[in-house]
């Protein structure tokens, strides 16, 4: 039995040095109830040129059993606060 996938978006600057593969990588392996992790936008703001808007779409699906409402948004704090302490990034 599959159990079903729940979609959510995240948007956020961050420094343009970024590796986006190193952020993806350490999302997907910090959070075992993220199943992908993508890139669905990404743009330059004339007025901050230093920096990168960015947004980034997750998948979250549990093995075992339909996730509620409250582990997805522990899981997306848990994630923000990792992305803000290991790439600086700034969710305004």
Do not use: W
């Not at 993508?38 to 947004?55: A, L, R, S």
């Not at 992305?83 to 700034?90: D, T």
């Amino acid at each position: 039995v599959k159990f079903p996938i729940t979609m959510k978006d995240l948007s956020f600057s961050l420094s343009k040095e970024t590796n986006f593969l190193e952020l993806q990588k350490l999302i997907q392996t910090n959070f075992p109830l993220l199943k992908r992790v993508e890139f669905f936008d990404i743009y330059f703001d004339e007025e901050h040129m230093d920096t990168i808007k960015v947004g980034l779409r997750l998948a979250f699906q549990s093995a075992s059993e339909t996730l509620t409402n409250e582990e997805i948004e522990n899981q997306i704090s848990q994630i923000k606060a990792c992305l803000v302490k290991q790439f600086q990034v700034n969710f305004g």
